[in-house]
């Protein structure tokens, strides 16, 4: 499997707009998608590609000296072939890179693969948010990552 990672282009957008689709239950709107790609300088946009296809994507946020991963996903055909793990640990170490420190995110409470993902890179859970996504009422999970240097994760 040769798996490139890349920043994300305009030209990717109709297949990161199809992966968000499948993938989530209150996609972003196509408006995101070109605003964290053409207005956003805090935005990292990212894809990894795999035999031409947009497989996975990414979108996460530097704000001083931390990332905020917004969103996260791989396209169902993609599923557990390790995209997910890849890209974040791409994604992590650029920002390591630009001088973050730390990391944040929020996740579905029962979104299982993505929290053993997490936990895998060594996010732990720093808050709740109750009631945070809308189509269901489920709890987002806070999780930080402290360190950027993630035992042999990344490396």
């Not at 490139?4 to 972003?28: C, G, Y």
């Not at 630009?98 to 053993?116: I, Q």
Request: charged residues 25%.
């Amino acid at each position: 499997m040769s798996v490139i990672l890349r920043k994300m282009t305009m030209n990717d957008v109709e297949q990161v707009i199809a992966i968000d689709h499948v993938s989530f239950s209150l996609p972003w709107p196509v408006s995101s998608f070109h605003f964290e790609l053409t207005d956003n300088p805090a935005s990292r946009c990212w894809v990894a590609e795999l035999d031409g296809r947009v497989a996975a994507m990414l979108v996460g946020w530097m704000i001083v000296d931390e990332i905020h991963i917004a969103t996260i996903a791989t396209h169902p055909d993609f599923r557990r072939q390790g995209l997910g793990e890849k890209i974040l640990s791409f994604a992590l170490q650029s920002a390591k890179d630009e001088g973050a420190l730390t990391s944040f995110l929020e996740v579905r409470e029962g979104n299982e693969a993505a929290l053993n993902l997490y936990y895998k890179f060594g996010y732990v859970e720093s808050g709740r948010r109750e009631g945070y996504y809308k189509d269901n009422d489920e709890d987002a999970i806070l999780m930080t990552l402290n360190s950027l240097n993630l035992n042999g994760v990344m490396e």
